[in-house]
């Protein structure tokens, strides 16, 4: 097995975006399944806790299974499934674009969480070494800082909300969407409070003052890396070869 | 009579060593009780555990008999007021007067009683001038009475704050304890979390002490 810390964070980046861009497009589900079970493997080949992962993001299933849902009713071509008179509520390819759709999710997922087996400050040197500028590299990074502070902002205004003692089980679905509205305002004007307070704090510790910028941590790709990258790209290319032809 | 209980309960953040341990105590209504001790010292932890927003990994708590494990966050809302250590947190409607009328305006139940209500927490607490403002342009201060102003519209029967004289000037907080003293006299029992050792001999009949996670010392 591949051990997690000998990979340069590269290496995965390139993994990554192979498995990711396929899954983006291509358009069959057999070939959704297959880059779908790869994905897996690699994942749990590198070592990352993809259950666990899966396990946080069980309380978004809801919002997939609607997502799953008005797609599946919007797309109005290919042959009736349900039909309310004469008002077609369900298709053959609108249940096979719903598929699609959640293949596709799983797989970006999936292999999101091979990144999640490097430090955030591993994958902002890759992308550095890769010469992406800093300020955006850093951007990326400070976002995947951020997530899941964010996550538990939301959880705690959710408990505060419920401590005024709402019983969320006992709500009409309509007070919950509104509930839903004041969750998210004053997490997203933390978000904003919080990133304007970040960025004074980072130009007074001098961020930007040079143009050059040296680092104490250095990336080496070793045989391994190369292997393994070009490998990727490999697969991915064959792959996107043989759905094309 | 016993208000909350707390048995042999101990509590470890996820992968994290135990921060609570072995604690049991009884917290009587009658008592405006203080929990003091140093930062990291397990405080706003043990207090979440006796209002049940965090459950124990071992023992139980109970209010008024129930166990926190069977209740929902709800339940323990209508009967304890929790005001957190970061207002910021608890506060989330845009507008000031908005956060006071927010459980009545959920349940579509307005009523002039409620504005009432509103009208004398938001004067008592001299938000009254900033009653349309946004809550996030507030200053800590002004959020933090915000905060309590809005735990106090619930009529809780008791009340658990933690950090509340944090970002208060020396006025604010005689107020405060003016008010608390007035809640005491209502009959409203207290847990109070505090660094402020003034505010805390003023108000306290009892005072626990912790330290990693144990209590270290008990007085009346």
């Known amino acids: ?245 | 009579m016993t208000y909350i209980e707390a048995k042999n309960i101990d509590f470890a953040y996820p992968k994290r060593k135990k921060v609570i341990n072995d604690i049991s105590l009884k917290i009587y209504k009658k008592d405006i009780t203080t929990i003091i001790g140093h930062n990291g010292g397990g405080k706003t932890t043990l207090g979440k555990l006796l209002a049940g927003i965090l459950k124990p990994i071992d023992g139980d708590v109970f209010i008024c008999g129930n166990n926190t494990k069977d209740m929902s966050l709800g339940q323990v809302g209508k009967k304890i007021g929790y005001l957190f250590q970061n207002p910021s947190r608890q506060i989330f409607t845009t507008n000031v007067c908005e956060e006071l009328l927010f459980l009545s305006k959920l349940g579509g139940k307005e009523s002039t009683e409620g504005y009432g209500e509103m009208e004398r927490l938001l004067n008592f607490f001299e938000l009254w001038e900033k009653k349309d403002e946004f809550t996030f342009n507030l200053s800590y201060g002004e959020k933090q009475r915000l905060a309590l102003a809005a735990i106090l519209m619930n009529k809780p029967e008791f009340l658990i704050l933690d950090e509340p004289t944090t970002g208060l000037d020396k006025l604010r907080k005689t107020r405060l304890s003016r008010y608390l003293t007035r809640l005491e006299e209502e009959g409203v029992g207290m847990i109070i979390i505090s660094h402020d050792l003034d505010f805390v001999k003023a108000h306290a009949s009892r005072r626990i002490e912790i330290a990693r996670g144990e209590i270290i010392n008990d007085t009346r």
């Open chain 1, 1 to 245: 097995m591949i051990q997690d810390k000998s990979l340069d964070p590269r290496t995965k980046l390139i993994i990554v975006i192979s498995i990711s861009s396929l899954s983006v497009f291509i358009q069959d589900l057999r070939y959704l399944i297959i880059i779908l079970a790869i994905a897996i493997l690699v994942s749990k080949i590198l070592g990352s806790e993809i259950f666990t992962v899966l396990k946080k993001l069980r309380r978004m299933l809801g919002v997939f299974i609607a997502m799953i849902i008005v797609q599946s009713l919007f797309i109005k071509g290919g042959n009736p499934l349900i039909m309310i008179g004469k008002f077609t509520l369900l298709t053959d390819i609108g249940i096979f674009r719903a598929s699609e759709f959640l293949l596709r999710i799983s797989i970006i997922l999936v292999s999101a969480t091979i990144l999640m087996t490097s430090t955030s400050r591993e994958i902002l040197q890759g992308l550095v070494e890769w010469k992406i500028p800093y300020e955006i590299a850093f951007m990326v990074s400070v976002a995947i800082r951020f997530l899941p502070l964010l996550g538990e902002e939301l959880q705690d205004t959710l408990t505060a909300i419920q401590l005024r003692g709402i019983d969320m089980d006992k709500l009409s679905i309509k007070e919950k969407i509104k509930l839903y509205s004041h969750i998210f305002t004053p997490v997203v004007a933390g978000a904003i409070v919080k990133s304007q307070r970040l960025s004074i704090a980072m130009e007074c510790r001098g961020f930007r003052a040079y143009n050059k910028r040296t680092s104490y941590i250095k990336l080496k790709m070793n045989t391994k890396d190369y292997l393994i990258s070009t490998a990727s790209i490999i697969t991915s290319i064959f792959i996107a070869y043989i759905y094309l032809t």
